[in-house]
């Protein structure tokens, strides 16, 4: 089918790419100049495991191209794909400005039958105010469709969801456009849900604030671990093989970020709100998120007693392992944190370490894991990244001045740590 996909971040370079690589012809469009350059001259303008590939190759077969102009996205497609950012705005709602453009600008573009899909995380009911946008701003009388179908994919394995994902939801107004929504996700071999559009886009924001409610609760039976002498991660192995509630989702840490589930749980608690519902719940959530990194930050100081003029080594800046995105990231605000507290930073993440640069523009970048610990006096690890589990730990206790580990992320064993004469202390065990 001829698809496009407007705006090409994480979800629509990733969707552009996996949709050409089953069969389909993409035709993805952004309004950054330089990025479209970047991608039509072989470049990537984020890391994604696998992304680079994947555009290279359907690029090279003709199935994938990009271009600046929605006009053009649009004359070439049958289906147009909306995936611009709808960021937060201060008071928690979400900033609707780039859909709202887009959907003036397919509306002025349109000459014959096309359905317009919003893939951005959105609040319930902006599939009404697209239809009544495209409406309002179309030169003459097109037919259109307009549906909702919520993306699920994860950054760092945005690939592997995209190609393999657990299910497709598409919210439609009409039935009319749902047997080309099944024709584009036929190759994917998932479960297709048809629902009406206000419950699509619910789902999105039930399941984010779901998973996130998900991590505060383990990060809350951290805290009672902690104060017992238990094990999260027995405990969570333990409640995980109940299949009603299930192991992922459920590894303590330093909290959650990332540009999704921060955003999203104010975007819902703020939307609760505007029909007349308090979403405590949603709320708490939020606020053990806080706390979690909190009483890590508390358990560095009182053990390092005094922060100021110390030197910290952090592995980890992304806000998770697999990506180089900072936005949110659990990891930046630890820094900010411990710089906050007179500490100094020797810091290294095997990928953001580019994107990290503007948010800490006072801390020492290092390129090699196993040299962040030179000349520090304790090492933090702040993201999951697999490679961190291979850090030589003997050249490390070497390099610091006291054998001290805080593990942010419970990558190693405490009982082995203690054998080897660490300090460690890691979060809910
Ligand atoms: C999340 C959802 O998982 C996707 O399904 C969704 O499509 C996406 O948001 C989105 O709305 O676009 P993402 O933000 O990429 O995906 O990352 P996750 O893997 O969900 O991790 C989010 C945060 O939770 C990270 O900071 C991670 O470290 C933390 N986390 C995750 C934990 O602390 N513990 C866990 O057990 C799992």
């Not at 705006?7 to 552009?16: C, E, M, Q, S």
């Not at 259109?144 to 690939?159: I, K, W």
């Not at 192991?247 to 840490?253: I, K, M, Q």
Request: hydrophobic share 45%.
């Amino acid at each position: 089918m001829k698809l496009a996909i407007i705006g090409t971040g994480y979800v629509g370079l990733v969707t552009g790419a996996c949709f050409a690589d089953v069969g389909h012809q993409v035709t993805c469009v952004d309004n950054d100049t330089q990025k479209v350059a970047l991608l039509q001259a072989g470049g990537i303008p984020i890391y994604e495991p696998g992304l680079a590939e994947l555009v290279r190759k359907n690029v090279a077969a003709g199935r994938l191209r990009f271009t600046t102009s929605i006009a053009e996205g649009v004359a070439a497609s049958e289906i147009i794909f909306i995936a611009v950012p709808t960021p937060p705005q201060p008071d928690g709602s979400v900033d609707m400005s780039f859909i709202e453009k887009v959907a003036r600008e397919i509306a002025g573009a349109l000459t014959s039958y096309k359905i317009v899909v919003d893939k951005s995380t959105v609040p319930v009911k902006t599939g009404d105010k697209v239809a009544e946008t495209i409406e309002r701003y179309s030169r003459s009388r097109v037919d259109f469709d307009v549906v909702s179908n919520p993306e699920f994919l994860r950054e760092g394995f945005a690939v592997e969801d995209l190609m393999h994902p657990d299910r497709i939801v598409v919210g439609v107004r009409s039935p009319r456009p749902v047997p080309a929504m099944k024709a584009v996700y036929a190759p994917f071999q998932a479960p297709i849900i048809v629902t009406d559009i206000n419950s699509a886009e619910l789902i999105k924001h039930a399941s984010n604030s779901f998973l996130a409610l998900k991590i505060s609760y383990i990060n809350a039976v951290s805290a009672i671990c902690e104060a017992t002498g238990a094990n999260v991660q027995q405990v969570a192995n333990g409640m995980g093989l109940d299949a009603r509630i299930g192991r992922r989702f459920l590894n303590a840490g330093l909290g959650f970020g990332g540009s999704c589930f921060p955003k999203d749980l104010s975007a819902f608690i703020k939307i609760s709100e505007q029909v007349g519902y308090d979403f405590r719940l949603l709320k708490e959530v939020q606020r053990i998120n806080v706390e979690q990194m909190e009483r890590f930050v508390k358990k560095i100081t009182e053990t390092l007693w005094v922060l100021k003029d110390k030197t910290i080594g952090v592995l980890g800046l992304a806000f998770k392992q697999n990506t180089d995105d900072v936005r949110s990231s659990p990891a930046i605000d630890l820094c900010q944190r411990l710089l906050g507290g007179g500490a100094r930073l020797r810091v290294h993440d095997p990928k953001a370490m580019d994107k990290a640069r503007a948010l800490l523009p006072n801390v020492t970048y290092v390129d090699d894991m196993n040299e962040v610990a030179a000349g520090c006096d304790a090492l933090v690890i702040a993201t999951e990244w697999d490679e961190f589990k291979q850090l030589d730990l003997a050249r490390a206790r070497d390099q610091l001045s006291a054998p001290i580990l805080f593990d942010g992320r419970n990558l190693f064993d405490p009982d082995e740590m203690a054998q080897l004469g660490w300090i460690y202390k890691s979060v809910g065990r």
